[in-house]
């Protein structure tokens, strides 16, 4: 028997409502197996800063560490909360565990399953990944607000791109090319504006590129890149960016292919020092929290997402069999968080048929 521990943090809004359906799915699909997951929650989120004034207590970190792996809900309050307005939860807990675990692989799969309706009308093939980096760029927090409230006042984010962050996630950009059918590459920056970061960007993938001749490498900039997702994502395959050009691109993705509550990620720390985090790439969305309305389909694929990177790919592959199936049967009657849990499951094939 192989005891895998997981730490499980819902977050709030929907984030316990998909997670659950996720455990769920993850109970059923390791079922009779030799597999046995050994969970710890830990309640984490803009729910315990309320209660307790923490955000993320080092004594909980570090239990996070010795996880083989974290399934993350979602974090964030209600919107205009008074008392959230100098807590940052996003930056003190989801951003400091992607940094802190080195999870500069945000790998973020756009595939749109057939039954699925796309928000374009003729969506094409689309089967994608975009690779965003994960732990710099303009999200590293260096910046500052000087003289705040008045009519000097001056902000400034600056990106941090260092050539050893860029290096690793294009390394591992051009390994998940290798890995599929079309062994395409698109690196997708702002080179014409952001002149210094991209230069840097483009001196590495060029230098990378040529230990791949196998993939086909291709640039866009940011604004052209969202044209071709919208006109033609069939012709993306790998996709390759930084951190705020990735979380952006991944909400327009996770819309093509059948929309947000489909949409799943895993934080990767490739190199295995730290557990990897997986998480749907949507938020907590307290527009439909507490309702039993959210799609728990983005939180369970990133449970096969970690059954994949655990090692366990023919118990992940049955996992997306079900979700696929749930999908294709699925037709535009609306169903319940829980029913869709319920369903999955019911599709799932049995182990070693
Ligand atoms: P959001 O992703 O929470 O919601 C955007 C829209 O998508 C909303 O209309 C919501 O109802 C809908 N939606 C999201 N997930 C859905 C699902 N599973 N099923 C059906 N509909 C779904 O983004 P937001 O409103 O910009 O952010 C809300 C809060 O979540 C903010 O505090 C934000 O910082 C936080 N957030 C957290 C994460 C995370 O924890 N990983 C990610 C994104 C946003
Ligand atoms: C995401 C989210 C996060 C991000 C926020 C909540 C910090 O939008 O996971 O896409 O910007 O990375
Ligand atoms: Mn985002």
Same mark, same amino acid.
């Given at each position: 028997?192989?005891? /895998?521990?997981? %730490?499980?943090? !819902? ?8 997670? +659950? ?14 597999v046995?997951?050994?969970?710890? +929650?830990?309640?984490?989120? @803009? ?7 923490? =955000? ?6 570090? &239990? /996070?560490?010795?996880?083989? @792996?974290?399934?993350?809900? #979602?974090?964030g ?9 100098? #807590?940052?939860? +996003? ?21 749109l399953?057939?039954?699925v ?22 999200? #590293? ?9 008045t009519? #000097?006042?001056? %902000? ?6 260092? @050539? ?10 051009? +390994?998940? &090319?290798? =890995? ?9 920056h702002?080179t ?6 991209? @230069? ?6 060029? =230098? ?7 993939? &086909? ?11 071709f997702?919208?006109q033609?994502?069939?012709r ?9 050009? $990735?979380? /952006? ?10 929309? /947000?509550g489909?949409?799943? *990620? ?9 557990? *990897? ?6 938020g907590?969305? !307290?527009?439909?929290? $507490? ?10 694929? *990133?449970?096969?997402?970690m059954?994949?990177?655990? $090692? ?9 069999? %079900?979700?696929?199936?749930?999908? %294709? *049967?699925?037709? &535009? ?21």
């Amino acid at each position: 028997t192989r005891i /895998i521990k997981l %730490a499980v943090i !819902p977050g709030d809004g929907i984030g316990p409502e998909v997670i +659950e359906q996720a455990n769920r799915v993850l109970d059923a699909v390791l079922e009779g197996g030799d597999v046995v997951l050994d969970r710890t +929650e830990f309640a984490l989120g @803009a729910q315990r800063f309320l209660e307790t004034g923490e =955000t993320f207590p080092e004594s909980e970190q570090a &239990a /996070i560490a010795g996880q083989d @792996a974290i399934l993350f809900g #979602a974090v964030g309050g209600v919107p205009g909360d008074p008392r959230l307005q100098h #807590a940052n939860i +996003e930056r003190g807990l989801l951003l400091k565990l992607r940094f802190d675990f080195e999870h500069y692989a945000n790998v973020r799969p756009c595939t749109l399953f057939p039954g699925v309706v796309s928000s374009l009308a003729e969506p094409g093939d689309v089967d994608f990944v975009v690779v965003r980096e994960g732990t710099e760029g303009p999200y #590293a927090g260096n910046g500052g607000r000087l003289r705040p409230g008045t009519h #000097a006042e001056v %902000a400034t984010e600056v990106s941090v791109n260092t @050539a050893f962050g860029i290096e690793r996630v294009v390394r591992y950009a051009f +390994e998940t &090319a290798l =890995t599929r059918q079309r062994k395409k590459l698109t690196w997708v920056h702002k080179t014409n504006v952001l002149v210094h970061a991209g @230069a840097t960007w483009q001196r590495i993938v060029q =230098t990378v590129a040529a230990e791949y001749p196998e993939i &086909a490498v291709d640039y866009m900039h940011v604004d052209a890149a969202t044209i071709f997702m919208v006109q033609d994502p069939s012709r993306f395959d790998v996709i390759v960016t930084d951190n705020l050009f $990735g979380d /952006i691109l991944t909400d327009l993705a996770g819309a093509i292919g059948g929309g /947000i509550g489909l949409a799943a *990620s895993g934080n990767i720390n490739p190199d295995g020092t730290f557990p *990897s985090m997986f998480e749907p790439v949507h938020g907590s969305a !307290p527009d439909i929290a $507490g309702k039993q309305l959210a799609d728990p389909t983005a939180a369970i694929l *990133s449970a096969g997402l970690m059954l994949d990177h655990l $090692g366990l790919v023919s118990d992940g592959e049955r996992l997306r069999s %079900a979700v696929r199936a749930d999908l %294709a *049967s699925r037709g &535009a009657a609306t169903r319940s968080t829980g029913a869709i849990g319920d369903a999955v499951i019911a599709q799932l094939m049995p182990r070693g048929a």
